[in-house]
């Protein structure tokens, strides 16, 4: 089995865990329908993505922006 040469240090455990937290989900709300969505997603209520509908929804919600 291979083994380090030497002994990772607390320090420098530390500094490579630093960049390890975890990141919040970016969400916004969808220009056609308003209702949240993942960024750079298909919008899963409406279906649509950069202002135009890319996937067919089986049940259409009514909204407001209808
Ligand atoms: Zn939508």
Redesign the pocket.
Known sequence: MALPKQKTSKERRRKRRSHHQAVTASIKN??????P?LNHHV?P????YAGREVVEMESPKKTKSE
């Open positions: 969808c220009s056609q329908c308003g209702s969505q919008c209520t409406c279906g649509s």
